[in-house]
């Protein structure tokens, strides 16, 4: 389906982005979209809101939660923009694209839902204070991010729940410049990793009350993979320590790229160099007919990290148009704790 | 026994073979008509179902508002509640002459939309070229050669997931073709919607929730269908007279052989079965011969037929005839249940047949009388029937139900009034001979009544049609002229070239008359609003139907709208009552014009008040009033001076060929139906007459034996005829007449949305008056013929027989 096509071009900028590389060093690519530049300093909470001049970025929430009946679920949120031109405009015309995923994992069943939507008149659109990003009835709004009320519904499930920042905001790599290459492709990339959430999830069987953590990924971008790179495993980890691991394997033909952020128990980030953290698949599911890894050692040697990560339930499969694996995964091992795990490319 | 049984069957046909051939002929030509008809009808059924899918339209529910286009705000809030729609800009695309539907939609909530989801379309396009500009328009490949030479248009994706003569396109792309921005005209709601969405009243109290199935265009069509299957029915009843009237035939011969072989021992039940199965190959045969013919005169007539249905109703209907089931077994049932129904007479006297004693003579007259009452009194009710349909229920159907209950009640009494003229006529008969003609003549009656009746229908049918197409014509000829007052039409290539083409034109012709139009909506279905600046020529000409006095006044100091026949029928307003066009544009009505030949509502204003409402009103077309001598000179001038093509300027006598070519060809299909169906009713004369004839030899022969020669009595059988042909063509006439007016007073008005004068055309009537004669004699020839060649030693044996 073209469309799929679509959001599969912008999401993987696949071609033409990694021939415009070239143009790096202008501020734009070959189409006219912005590229990140190191040593641009973010201002928040301007940048809470949409850069429509970049082609790519997202708001994405991932949480693990804990009901009143003791199941574990997590829950996932997320608002896609895609740009097909550097620019904005009002009604149809807007070339700006919105996607909204949302899922809701249980030890043994997984709910997904996907919205799409035209920038430019109002069906969905994120402004960045007071903080609202929306996408049809799905929202995540609140007078700024630290204190959030987030929505979504599909036709089986929905949730409602309330988000608190206990934290500061973490910048990662170089301060919000994160390479995703070593050709040297690179995004904005920025989180807020500590949000205390509670609230109600709607299941076929009724609702459940759950509390848990939550954790906010905001990243934009014109070129965010190599053309050989064909998928990442994407890692947001918090140990019951109070540390945190954020870490991703981009698997490319050429060798994988590796990078992450270590958050230490105080709130200070530390970016881990390509090599620094690592995983391996253990075992794989066969999920969607194809063979997905859900066990991993994860380790970073210089933090003396080395664990089993293992998902709550293998067959969280995003069935979306552009589809991936997204779940909640619990940790064992050196450290232990709960986290989420993303596989593209499978 | 049963082979020796065979092959007596068998012997009988080998000595008939023109009975054979009538039988089935007239079986193959019933099925015929009704297998094209039908084949027809599910061509354009399967058209239309479709489109509907490719639309995105079957059974979708959709919103509409009560009050124009729907604002893209409000599309969002109800997103933003939940509800899982899709915004659809529906609007006519006119470039150069030509009209196309533009179908604009959001593509990333009609990623359902075959166009967008086979799996053929992933390599025809990039999601990204369609959603910016200049777009791409999705079109069939009809479609896309007819846009293709058309300037400033984006490129096309040619696929077969588009109806002809739509134009598919992201609404982004459709809102400035259409110069519509903003404007949604329906939303499609999705199947699946999310549990706990608040209700429609509540966020959207303006809109219509329904299913679009039951739209406008899916009425009229039906209409259509329902017309042609009516007359697809007529042939088939008057097929199955011909049928009736040779097995009937094959029976009566066949006594003696039937009880030849029961007294050799063949059981009744047996020979019963044999009966069966002999008519039952007959009627598989004779279907499948129908089929064949029937796929044929389906195959020639269709094209007309989607002419008509795209002109008049403007939906897509497909050129080329598919085999489809559901045909092809109503056509094969059709045949083996019209020769069982029409056998059933013949097989009831063959199971009742005594064994042994001979027939007796049958008198025809027997039991007639009683018969007829009966006929009389059921074919009266059935009359009633239809009346009391039409002043109980409105609409279509009961138009159909009147028109059925007066065509089969006239049937029914058909020979009740015969046999009443025929006894009226014997009371003025003088002498022995005249006496018995007239007798004679009543005898008969039954024996030919159903032929009669065959006839009756078709010549009634072609009156009534007749009258209704060349009412219609006669009407429309008139109004072409009322309405194509000016002498010349130009269309510019853009807005700057029009008013360049004005300026020039003003000083030297009599009038320059602008046509621009704007596409709003009413009620949920488009309606183009005219600007027209005030002339004598609208004044003087314009065809109005209703107006108040002061009509052209009004609508020259925009305080005052005209509306078409078909706006005023459909939403039921007449001058006084007040036209929404606009949430803030109201008017009221000042007059109502006829505007035949167009399936959509349109309005006119003054140019002002259209131009004071509507932003980018196109300013490309013109009338122009000059002297006709000057027509020929001006337009080579325009054409040279500003660089026209020769199809940006009409002369009012070429547009005129041009709407009466459509306008025939939107009549061709009636017109064939209607000639074959008196062709299948003189068919049926011959068979009859034919049946009649071995039947009457011991009637004839004691005339004869008085006196009468053979010479007399084939020229007395010849007017006896044509006597019969005449009076049921009388009859006929009344008949026709009530048809043609039902038709054009009540069928037409539901149908089409306009109602139509009716004009009388007794030259066509005297012409199917000696048509019909003429069928008759010709079926009386043959028998007649016989009867003066007959040996007189065959005469005489009617006397050696005689008990």
């Known amino acids: 389906m073209p469309v799929k096509a679509l959001l599969i071009a912008v999401l993987m900028a696949l071609g033409t982005l990694t021939q415009a590389q070239g143009f790096a060093g202008l501020g734009t690519d070959a189409d006219g979209f912005a590229t990140p530049q190191r040593g641009t300093d973010l201002q928040f909470p301007r940048d809470h809101g949409p850069h429509p001049d970049f082609r790519i970025e997202w708001w994405y929430l991932t949480a693990t939660l804990t009901g009143e009946d003791g199941v574990d679920y997590g829950i996932q949120w997320t608002l896609f923009r895609s740009a097909l031109a550097p620019t904005e405009a009002e009604g149809w015309q807007s070339p700006q694209v919105w996607m909204g995923h949302a899922g809701l994992t249980t030890p043994t069943q997984h709910y997904f839902a996907e919205r799409l939507a035209r920038g430019g008149i109002g069906q969905a659109g994120v402004t960045a204070h007071p903080f609202d990003a929306w996408i049809d009835d799905w929202q995540m709004a609140g007078d700024d991010l630290s204190d959030l009320r987030l929505v979504a519904r599909g036709d089986v499930f929905s949730y409602d729940l309330r988000m608190q920042a206990d934290g500061a905001l973490i910048r990662h790599g170089d301060n919000g410049y994160s390479v995703k290459s070593e050709a040297g492709q690179a995004s904005y990339y920025y989180s807020q990793p500590a949000y205390q959430i509670d609230g109600v999830l709607h299941l076929p069987d009724g609702p459940v009350r759950v509390t848990g953590d939550g954790w906010l990924d905001r990243e934009w971008s014109s070129q965010p993979l190599a053309e050989d790179q064909t998928g990442w495993d994407w890692f947001s980890l918090s140990f019951d320590d109070g540390e945190r691991l954020m870490g991703f394997i981009l698997r490319g033909a050429q060798g994988d790229f590796t990078s992450g952020t270590w958050i230490a128990a105080d709130g200070t980030a530390t970016a881990l160099p390509h090599g620094a953290f690592q995983a391996d698949p253990l075992g794989t599911t066969e999920v969607a007919g194809r063979q997905v890894p859900t066990r991993w050692r994860v380790y970073v040697p210089e933090r003396g990290l080395d664990a089993q990560v293992m998902a709550l339930n293998p067959n969280s499969w995003m069935g979306t148009a552009f589809a991936y694996w997204e779940g909640p995964v619990s940790v064992t091992g050196s450290h232990t704790g709960r986290g989420y795990l993303e596989m593209t490319g499978y | 026994m049963t082979r020796m049984a065979l092959l007596a069957f068998w012997s009988h046909w080998r000595r008939h073979p023109v009975q054979f051939f009538t039988l089935i002929a007239g079986l193959a030509l019933a099925t015929a008509l009704w297998s094209a008809v039908q084949a027809i009808n599910a061509e354009a059924r399967a058209s239309y179902a479709q489109a509907a899918v ?80 200049p777009g791409r328009l999705f079109a069939s490949p009809e479609t896309a050669a007819s846009l293709a030479h058309l300037p400033d248009l984006p490129p096309i994706i040619e696929t077969a997931n588009v109806p002809p003569d739509v134009v598919l396109t992201d609404i982004g792309i459709a809102e400035q073709l259409l110069n519509r921005s903003g404007q949604i005209d329906r939303l499609r709601v999705m199947p699946v919607q999310s549990a706990g969405i608040p209700p429609l009243a509540d966020i959207a109290p303006n809109l219509r929730r329904s299913t679009q199935t039951s739209g406008e265009t899916d009425r009229l069509t039906d209409s259509f269908h329902l017309n042609l299957t009516a007359f697809g029915l007529l042939a088939f009843a ?4 011909i049928v009736h009237g040779t097995v009937g035939l ?10 030849t072989l029961r007294a050799l021992g063949l059981p009744l039940r047996r020979l019963t079965v044999l009966a069966v199965a002999e008519l039952m190959i007959f009627a598989v045969i004779a279907g499948l011969l129908g089929l064949a013919a029937g796929y044929t005169i389906a195959g020639a007539l269709l094209p007309d037929v989607s002419t008509t249905l795209r002109g008049l109703y403007g939906v897509p209907a497909a050129n080329t005839l598919h085999l489809r089931p559901e045909w092809v077994a109503s056509g094969l049932g059709m045949a083996i249940l019209g020769t069982g129904l029409a056998s059933v007479q013949a097989l009831w006297r063959l199971w009742r047949m005594p064994l042994l004693a001979a027939p007796g003579l049958q008198s025809w007259a027997a039991g007639a009388r009683r018969t007829n009452r009966i006929m009389a009194v059921i074919g009266i009710a059935l009359f009633l029937a239809g009346v009391v349909a039409m002043v109980l229920f409105d609409g279509l159907v009961a138009g159909f139900a009147l028109l059925a209950g007066m065509m089969l009640g006239a049937a029914l009494i058909l020979a009740p009034i015969l046999s009443l003229i025929l006894r009226l006529g014997a009371r003025t008969a003088n002498g022995p001979i005249s006496e018995w003609i007239w007798a004679d003549l009543r005898a008969q009656l039954p024996g030919v009544s159903l032929a009669l009746m065959a006839l009756l229908l078709a010549l009634a049918a072609n009156i009534g049609v007749g ?26 290539r853009d807005d700057a070239q029009g008013a360049a083409i004005e300026d020039w034109l003003t000083p030297q012709v009599d009038a320059v008359l602008p046509i621009r139009s704007f596409e709003f909506s009413h009620a949920g279905t488009p309606l183009f609003v005219y600007g027209i600046r005030d002339h004598a020529t609208y004044r003087d000409n314009w065809p109005l139907l209703a107006y108040t006095p002061d009509v052209w006044d009004m609508v020259a100091s925009g305080t005052g709208v005209l509306i078409n026949e078909q706006l005023a029928r459909r939403s039921q307003i007449w001058p006084g009552d007040t036209l929404t066009i606009s949430p803030k544009w109201s008017l009221p009505v000042a007059g109502v014009y006829s505007d035949y030949g167009n399936p959509t509502g349109q309005a006119i204003v003054s140019l002002d008040a259209l131009l004071s409402h509507a932003r980018d009103v196109p300013n490309r077309r013109f009338g122009i009033r000059v002297a006709p001598d000057r027509v020929r000179a001006l337009s080579q001038e325009l054409q040279t001076r500003f660089d026209l093509p020769s199809t940006a300027l009409i002369n009012q006598a070429g547009l005129k060929a041009r709407s009466m070519e459509v306008f025939d060809k939107t009549f061709v299909v009636t017109g064939a139906l209607n000639l074959l169906t008196l062709g299948v009713a003189g068919f049926a004369i011959l068979t009859s007459l034919l049946t009649l004839w071995s039947l009457r030899l011991p009637q004839l022969a004691p005339v004869w034996a008085l006196g ?6 084939a020229r007395l059988e010849v007017v006896r005829s044509l006597a019969l042909a005449a009076l049921t063509a009388l009859i006929a006439l009344p008949l026709g007449l009530g048809l043609a007016w039902v038709l054009l007073a009540v069928i037409n008005v539901e149908a089409f949305g306009w109602r139509l004068p009716m004009y009388l055309f007794p030259l066509d009537w005297l012409r199917l008056f000696l048509l019909a004669l003429l069928a008759a004699g010709l079926a009386a020839v043959i028998p007649a013929r016989r009867l003066y060649r007959l040996p007189p030693s065959d005469l005489l044996k009617v006397f050696a027989d005689a008990r």
Do not use: C, H, K
């Not at chain 2, 007052?485 to 130009?490: D, F, H, N, P, W």
């Not at chain 2, 009468?708 to 009595?713: D, E, F, P």
């Open chain 2, 54 to 133: 490719q639309l995105g339209v079957d059974g979708t529910e959709i919103l509409t508002a009560l009050d124009g286009p729907i604002a893209v705000s409000q599309y969002v809030a109800l997103r933003r509640a939940g509800w899982q729609v899709s915004p659809v800009l529906d609007g006519t695309l006119r470039r150069e002459g030509q009209s196309f539907r533009v179908l604009g939609v959001d593509l990333l909530s009609s990623a359902d939309l075959p166009a967008f989801a086979a799996p053929e379309a992933a390599q025809n396009f990039q999601a990204a070229d369609v959603l910016t500009p």
């Open chain 2, 467 to 492: 009258t209704m197409v060349s009412s219609f014509r006669l009407t429309f000829t008139g109004w072409l002229d009322q309405r194509l007052a000016s002498e010349l039409y130009v269309t510019a």
């Open chain 2, 708 to 713: 009468m020669t053979r010479s007399q009595l």
């Open chain 2, 238 to 241: 008057v097929g199955l007279f």
């Open chain 2, 250 to 259: 094959s029976f009566e011969q066949r006594r003696a052989m039937f009880r």
